[in-house]
């Protein structure tokens, strides 16, 4: 019979059952009972007291139980019946008394037999030759309950219980036990051919043949039972990480655009958790972590358990197994080599060996990029140019580099959102162009997508493609000129930042060669948050021109600002008010309760791909209005986005470009840039030239008159 409690367990047999102990009747229980108080006394010669007294049998308790008898108890055998070892000289307990004979409970001794002290107890037994075994001291002072006999019976151990619920529905643990193993089958084969996008999830992904499955099956059958089980448990927790990198691929893939990088991205997953809390709130995020933690675990656990489980399933029928293993890698080959499909999948996979050697050759890259890139970053073609020499063609102006968030190609171009957000383009042409100004636009082919704005900021100040988070990092640490650090290194602009989405020490403001930083909290905003962003850009525009582009100096100033308004998740949306009535903000809190709720927006497509186009308009309405308002003969205001949107809203398969325009009222400054190709107006061409980002910083430098000096490392 298979117990069933181990791991891989097919088939529970039935149980043998034997007679019951304590299944005797209620007279022959009552003739047993007897109370100690009756219990013979020894005589000095140590023979037991005959008379009327019955002799003592202890109380057995409330049940009795074959494993809980005490030593010497009669025992029963496989068959089920208890042994009885009778004395030839002796009449056994159980034979005929005629009625009267005795008293009740007392036992007749043989006639001749020796006088011999009653037993107490189950564990008494009577010698074959007469002679009776030591019995318990029966003296008065002496504890009536026999030694190491417990007062209750023990529990059996769950174990036991298990065992014993097997063995009392076998047609029910056999159900449970083949439950087990097909979802542990399950659990293996989703997990070894799950899709490394969400694009690739459907049914004919997961109706494949792992390659990895045959192969490991192939192992485990040859390995003793320890190796095995090793390996097995050590395979498991390897699928189950394979996994979560799948997962976290997914999930770039969809935010970022990228695949995850395993030795670069893990400080992005505290970014992901801030994010969900501004957007959800700490109580929703908190939970959604757990929630995520105990997932993981959960896997790892059940991974491991389930490739032990078929290990053993397959060690128990090693021959059945070894003839399917066969049979499936013919198959697998033979599908391979024909590229056989069903539903457009191949039917032979081998998901989990790529990943794994993506993960691979990811990690070796990165590690061989980190050198290679330190000895780009060393090099600038701009970084020995003497402070005379830098953009003595935008001496006097005020100088405007401003970011707008998550402004992508998809919002002029994608049906949905373009015609609302070209709309508002064209009509903010015309008042500019009305106020005196005029504006030249392109696209601009970003370093990073979706997320991780920083990545784009340093792109096209620096003029290095920073792409990741280890090249940022390298930029951030060197003396490569920034953009932004020429006006500063000049010695003819005052430089300041303006950065509402910085809520902490920012160490990167001498990168990027900025006198002064206001961050979150130095722009006096008393009103609601909207999501992510700490306040809207109306307010910060009106801060910066309180602050710092109103304010008269002794130098021209250049800027760098960062406008949050449009991050996702795109509810609630700030709308414009009167200039004259944004006051310390407290005026938003009506449109902030009164907006979209960020839950709402993120769990729709086509409502985030609608807040989000009016997200755009609202921050390109606001700073071209600030410019309408405040902006002089002297500025010049430079706007682009740093990435496109996230996939859901942008779509798989979008681009990377983004917008940027330049700004100014004075026409030379805009002739510099003539032979650019670029489009007049907000809203760049179709067919405008595409630069890749880290090309404009050496390309606006030439064309505002800087001459190269380049420095090496």
């Known amino acids: 019979m298979n117990a069933g409690t181990g791991a891989g367990t097919d088939e529970v047999g039935p149980a043998e059952a034997g007679p019951e102990v304590g299944d005797a009747t209620p007279e022959a229980a009552a003739a047993s009972e007897v109370r100690p108080e009756d219990a013979p006394k020894a005589e000095a010669g140590g023979g037991a007291k005959t008379g009327a007294e019955p002799e003592p049998v202890p109380d057995s308790g409330p049940e009795a139980h074959p494993d809980d ?191 995850f990088n395993l030795v670069l991205d893990w400080s992005l997953l505290g970014d992901a958790q801030s994010y969900l809390e501004d957007s959800l709130g700490r109580a929703a995020t908190l939970a959604a972590t757990a929630g995520l933690i105990v997932l993981v675990l959960l896997l790892f656990a059940a991974s491991a358990y389930a490739v032990v489980r078929l290990s053993n399933v397959l060690a128990r029928h090693s ?51 980190e050198a290679e890139f330190q000895k780009v970053a060393k090099v600038d073609a701009f970084g020995a140019t003497p402070p005379g020499q830098l953009v003595p063609d935008l001496r006097g102006k005020d100088m405007i580099f401003t970011f707008i968030e998550s402004y992508g190609r998809s919002a002029i171009e994608d049906p949905i959102m373009a015609p609302g957000v070209d709309k508002t383009l064209a009509v903010r042409t015309a008042a500019l162009k009305k106020a005196g100004y005029h504006a030249k636009s392109g696209w601009l082919t970003s370093a990073t997508y979706g997320g991780s704005s920083w990545l784009g900021h340093s792109t096209s100040l620096s003029g290095l493609w920073v792409s990741n988070q280890q090249r940022y990092r ?52 008393k009103g609601p948050k909207f999501s992510w962003s700490t306040m809207p850009d109306q307010y910060t525009l009106e801060q910066f021109q309180q602050r710092v582009h109103g304010k008269k100096h002794d130098k021209p100033m250049m800027s760098e600002v960062i406008l949050t308004s449009s991050h996702q998740p795109w509810g609630p949306i700030p709308k414009m008010v009167g200039w004259d009535e944004l006051g310390d903000g407290s005026i938003f809190k009506g449109i902030e309760a009164a907006g979209n709720k960020p839950a709402d927006v993120i769990a729709d497509t086509t409502k985030s791909r609608q807040e989000y186009g009016k997200s755009i308009q609202y921050s390109v309405t606001a700073l071209t209005e600030w410019l309408e308002r405040y902006g002089s003969k002297d500025t010049v205001l430079v706007f682009l986005g740093d990435h496109q949107p996230i996939a859901r809203v942008s779509g798989n398969h979008a681009s990377r470009d983004v917008p940027i325009s330049i700004v100014a009222k004075d026409p030379k400054v805009l002739d510099k840039i003539g032979d650019w190709g670029w489009t007049d107006g907000l809203r760049p061409a179709h067919d405008a030239p595409v630069w890749k980002m880290n090309l404009f910083r050496d390309r606006f430098l030439t064309a505002y008159g800087s001459t190269p000096h380049p420095k090496k490392g």
């Not at 459907?202 to 040859?222: D, N, S, Y």
């Not at 003839?323 to 999948?345: D, H, N, P």
């Open 69 to 259: 008898a005490p030593q010497g108890a009669p025992q029963a055998e496989a068959g089920g019946t208890p042994e009885v070892k009778a004395d030839p000289e002796v009449a056994p307990d159980s034979a005929p008394q005629t009625e009267g004979s005795r008293a009740p409970g007392a036992k007749a001794a043989p006639e001749g037999a020796p006088d011999a002290e009653t037993a107490h107890g189950p564990a008494a037994k009577a010698d074959p030759q007469g002679a009776p075994e030591a019995g318990p001291d029966t003296s008065p002072d002496a504890d009536p309950t026999p030694e190491g006999t417990p007062d209750t019976p023990a529990k059996p151990p769950r174990f036991a219980r298990l065992t014993r619920w097997q063995a009392q529905h076998p047609r029910r643990a056999r159900v449970l036990s083949r439950t087990i193993t097909v979802l542990a089958a399950i659990l293996v084969v989703c997990t070894l051919v799950m899709p490394a996008t969400i694009v690739g999830i459907g049914p004919a992904k997961f109706f494949r043949l792992p390659g990895e499955a045959i192969v490991g099956a192939a192992i485990l059958l040859a390995l003793p039972r320890k190796p095995r089980v090793v390996l097995a448990a050590a395979s498991g927790v390897a699928l189950a990480a394979l996994t979560v990198l799948n997962w976290l691929d997914m999930g770039f893939k969809q935010y970022l655009g990228r695949t």
């Open 319 to 369: 021959a059945t197994a070894t003839r399917g293993t066969l049979i499936a890698g013919v198959v697998w080959i033979t599908c391979s080599s024909f590229g056989v499909q069903v539903a457009g999948v191949p039917l032979a996979a081998d998901s989990a060996a790529v990943t794994l050697q993506s993960q691979t050759e990811r990690v070796s890259n990165t590690l061989k990029d």
């Open 474 to 525: 390298t930029v951030m640490a060197s003396d490569h000129l920034s953009l932004t650090k020429v006006f500063k290194k000049s010695g003819a602009w005052d430089t300041v930042g303006v950065m509402p989405g910085v809520q902490k020490a920012w160490p990167e403001q001498s990168f990027f060669g900025l006198d002064k930083v206001y961050n979150a909290f130095e722009l006096g905003y």
